[in-house]
T-cell receptor, first 113, second 112 residues
Framework: NAGVTQTPKFQVLKTGQSMTLQCAQD?????MSWYRQDPGMGLRLIHY???????DQGEVPNGYNVSRSTTEDFPLRLLSAAPSQTSVYFC????????????FGPGTRLLVL | AQSVSQHNHHVILSEAASLELGCNYS??????LFWYVQYPGQHLQLLLK??????LVKGIKGFEAEFIKSKFSFNLRKPSVQWSDTAEYFC??????????FGAGTRLTVKP
């Protein structure tokens, strides 16, 4: 199993540009989530999904959209990037069958100029 | 909304010293508790977790944590740290609705 994969690893955007952060998992986990990690703030939940076709907002959803058309994929979209979205983004997945342990991807480092 | 507090932002220890990292949360209901570690240049890994049962939980690499319900705490401990334990440690609390909250993290530096 590849586990949780994220692309790209690094990205630089200009203010106002849009992009999609990709996340995929091959463990058939029903639960997937996106976090951002900022110094002194820890990890904050952006959006999560409990299954295909179902998404919900987390702690800091503004400026981000998600969709869950398949069990495997959970892309995170920035429609109009802002410097405040400069961060490291982690995708995670988990399953009740896996004891609800969250498996994290390697992260995407995003810089918005 | 619940919050998770990690009291120490940066801890510096010498090898073989004992470690205790504090974690407190505000939610009064049933929670699942986790400690994650992020080694330099790597992504998050699970150290240990508590769902129910014995409040003293043993994890990987000699780490353990104790859940004290009356104090809303889940402190991480290790009797003797090594240089390779240098990392950032995150406490996390999950409510029943899948909403997981992380502490701000504690950076541990172990001097050889």
């Amino acid at each position: 199993n590849a586990g949780v994969t994220q692309t790209p690893k690094f990205q630089v955007l200009k203010t106002g540009q849009s992009m999609t952060l990709q996340c995929a998992q091959d463990m058939n986990h029903e639960y997937m989530s996106w976090y951002r990690q900022d110094p002194g703030m820890g990890l904050r939940l952006i959006h999560y999904s409990v299954g295909a076709g179902i998404t919900d907002q987390g702690e800091v959803p503004n400026g981000y959209n998600v969709s869950r058309s398949t069990t495997e994929d959970f892309p995170l979209r920035l429609l109009s990037a802002a410097p405040s979205q400069t961060s490291v983004y982690f995708c995670a997945s988990s399953s009740i069958l896996a004891g609800e342990t969250q498996y994290f991807g390697p992260g995407t480092r995003l810089l918005v100029l | 909304a619940q919050s998770v507090s990690q009291h120490n932002h940066h801890v510096i220890l010498s090898e073989a010293a004992s470690l205790e990292l504090g974690c407190n949360y505000s939610y009064g209901g049933t929670v699942n508790l986790f400690w994650y570690v992020q080694y330099p240049g790597q992504h998050l890994q699970l150290l240990l977790k508590y769902f129910s049962g014995d409040p003293l939980v043993k994890g990987i690499k000699g780490f353990e944590a104790e859940f004290i319900k009356s104090k809303f705490s889940f402190n991480l401990r290790k009797p003797s740290v090594q240089w390779s334990d240098t990392a950032e440690y995150f406490c996390a609390v999950e409510e029943g609705n899948n909403d997981m909250r992380f502490g701000a993290g504690t950076r541990l530096t172990v001097k050889p």
